[in-house]
């Protein structure tokens, strides 16, 4: 099988620094270091960490891909995770819970992946927020463990804090084939604290029976516009979607286990067994080395390669932006299909014309091998080059490999007894990392006349907000990383992304451009802003001494003009439960006073007052 050209040592010459501080800072602390190569994080929690009943948090909006185990698995925030190792209380405002009933079993092309790309159309991308997904019923007992996991894993896409399923023989049997028998024992002895309490109510319930699920395939541009597969082609035709498939990509955190590349491998084998090779480009993902290691020992990759794949490095690779995609021009229509989670505009590749779809990896093989999207497995045929038609079986893929799992190299690095004496690695010119400085504290006034930055409209999730791709390599430099900020939101004023009034100049630039103007001239620190109404309210936020408020009336968020300056009232009697006044001072000269809600304790007060989390907790020392 063809290795991608950016090769693991590749990877520790051009990141070197981040793995020199990453490992120095675990030798130091007492904290292991899984090395470069090792894979992604949420497949190395599954395969070590997680286990049922725990409550894992993790810097990834994908960590509750540990809820196929049985995990509460969250996504938070950096600084919520170093108030978790400084062993401070970790704090979240309580969740519904959506229930999601599982009846029937899963057969024939369709995969765990249909699940949640059903879910996902259901509930839309905003539809989970604020709620814990937890899976119940007796078609749980028809998926692995790992389409458990897979599942979970996208349920970000629909905003929930996190999903979960109850324990079964599935989780067993994969904590036992990943050496934790010792764990399958305990959850068996304490299984009835592991399952949905009896008669327990939901705030909402969604019932789906898998004997009637379909093949789904989700797009473009948002992971929320589900069609059938047996669909989609003529929906394309009908919106102008481009119907070849330039690429089909499998892996990533999302769908990279066993039996995900064994079922695509049994497609692939179909095809080869008919002399057929894959029409469109194609590109598979290990979601870690022990998945390397064991899909190549099987046969797999030799399968996958054969039908004309090439392997990516055990990593994110093109789900979040890493791809050296080079067969069309950037403003080029064309269309993608993958096994990911996410397809907002440009995520995959930069290019805003790509029309990318997500659905499960076997339907991935084989629209790579049919070329376009006007094609159904189920029903259509290929023709062989010597004119046969013919048509693809069912996949099937073992769940777990009959002679276990092939670890592949040692990438783990033990922390040593005592590393108190040593030093982190961190170079001061660096522009990869850079030492976090102390936020200014609060000057004990209200803010006054501060500049719009930028009225957001229409959607605007982390990655319009904080874009990944290229920007990843800065994710440890707080002034490299700001030069993404909000990027990719599109403003109200012009429809334009990244092109803002500056009020100051009355020239336009982009979004960190004017506020670093901003913040240069009027000793101003931007808010965040969001396109759905309100003021985006996180405890992240908080935590880097920001103010984050919601509108009391929604609909005030269209009194709000982009030249607007805006004075925050009533900080100095800051309160719990106590709202917060806006004036809004419109650029006319006239005036207009809005109410705006908060959700700050008196933990978190302190936060905005000392500047930050981080300064309180230093205070708190002295």
């Known amino acids: 099988m063809a290795t991608y050209c950016l090769t693991v040592a590749r990877l520790q010459d051009v990141n070197h620094e981040v793995y020199n501080f990453l490992s120095s800072a675990g030798a130091k602390y007492g904290v292991g270091f899984w090395k470069p190569g090792s894979g992604i994080i949420h497949q190395i929690i599954l395969e070590n960490y997680a286990y049922p009943g725990v409550m894992l948090i993790g810097t990834d909006s994908h960590t509750p891909n540990g809820g196929g185990l049985g995990s509460i698995c969250i996504g938070v925030g950096g600084a919520d995770a170093v108030d978790v190792m400084a062993g401070i209380p970790w704090e979240l405002k309580c969740p519904k819970v959506i229930g999601v009933k599982l009846t029937g079993t899963l057969s024939g092309w369709t995969s765990p ?43 970000a896409e629909i905003g929930a804090t996190t999903s979960v399923f109850p324990y079964n023989h599935r989780m067993r049997t994969y904590l036992k084939k990943t050496g934790r028998a010792e764990i399958a024992a305990v959850a068996d002895e304490y299984s009835d604290l592991l399952v949905p309490d009896q008669g327990c109510e939901y705030d909402q319930i969604i019932e789906l029976n898998l004997d009637e699920l379909k093949p789904h395939i989700n797009g473009p541009f948002t992971p929320d516009l589900a069609h059938p597969v ?16 330039k690429v089909g990509l499998i892996g ?66 093109p789900c979040i932006g890493q791809w050296d995609r080079r067969d069309v021009k950037k403003g080029e229509k064309n269309t993608i299909v993958t096994s990911y989670n996410r397809n907002f505009t440009a995520r995959n590749d930069a290019n805003p014309a790509t029309h990318a779809f997500v659905t499960s990896p076997e339907i991935v093989t084989a629209l790579a091998i049919a070329g376009t999207l006007n094609f159904n497995p189920e029903t259509d045929y290929l023709t062989t080059p010597s004119g046969e038609k013919f048509k693809l079986e069912p996949p099937n893929g073992d769940e777990l490999p009959s002679r276990d799992f092939d670890p592949g190299q040692d990438t783990y690095q033990h922390p040593p007894a005592d590393g108190s004496s040593l030093k982190v690695d961190v170079n001061p010119q660096s522009n990869r990392l850079q030492l976090l400085e102390p936020f200014d504290k609060w000057h004990r006034n209200d803010l006054e006349n501060m500049q719009v930055l930028i009225k957001v409209k229409g959607k605007c999730t982390t990655d319009h907000i904080s874009a990944a791709g290229p920007w990843l390599k800065f994710r440890g430099h707080l002034d490299n990383i700001s030069n993404n900020m909000l990027i990719g939101a599109v403003n109200s004023e012009n429809d334009a992304v990244n092109k803002i009034k ?22 101003w620190s931007p808010g965040i802003w ?5 003021i985006v ?71 905005f007052q000392a500047g930050s989390a981080l300064n309180r907790m230093k205070e708190m020392q002295h």
């Not at 309210?537 to 509108?551: R, S």
Request: glycine share 12%; charged share 20%.
């Open 113 to 155: 992946k249909d699940v949640i790309l059903k879910v996902a159309g259901i509930l839309t991308v905003k539809g989970g927020t604020g709620a814990i997904i937890e899976y119940h019923g007796p078609g749980v007992d028809s998926i692995s463990c790992t389409g458990m996991a897979t599942i979970c894993n996208m349920g």
């Open 230 to 245: 047996s669909e989609v082609g003529a929906a394309a035709q009908k919106n102008g979607w481009p119907l070849e498939v």
């Open 252 to 317: 990533s955190c999302t769908n990279s286990s066993y039996e995900d590349m064994g079922r695509a491998a049994s497609v692939a084998k179909q095809a080869l067994d008919k002399g057929l090779k894959c029409k469109a480009q194609f590109t598979v993902t290990p979601g870690s080395e022990q998945i390397r290691a064991t899909i190549e020992r099987d046969g797999y990759s030799k399968i996958l390669g054969d039908v004309g794949g090439v392997v990516l490095a055990n990593a994110c690779g």
């Open 502 to 523: 500056n009020h100051l100049t009355g020239e336009y630039g982009g979004v960190p451009d004017v506020a670093r103007h901003y913040k240069s001239m009027l000793h």
């Open 530 to 534: 969001e396109g759905d109404r309100g």
């Open 537 to 607: 309210d996180k405890t992240n936020l908080k935590k880097q001494g920001l103010l984050p408020l919601t509108f009391s009336n929604p609909s005030d968020y269209d009194k709000i003009r982009p030249d607007d300056k805006i004075s925050i009232r009533g900080l100095k009697s800051f309160a719990p439960g106590k709202p917060l006044t806006a004036v809004l001072k419109h650029s006319d000269g006239t005036e207009e006073t809005l109410q705006l809600n908060h959700s700050f304790n008196e933990t978190q007060i302190q936060w």
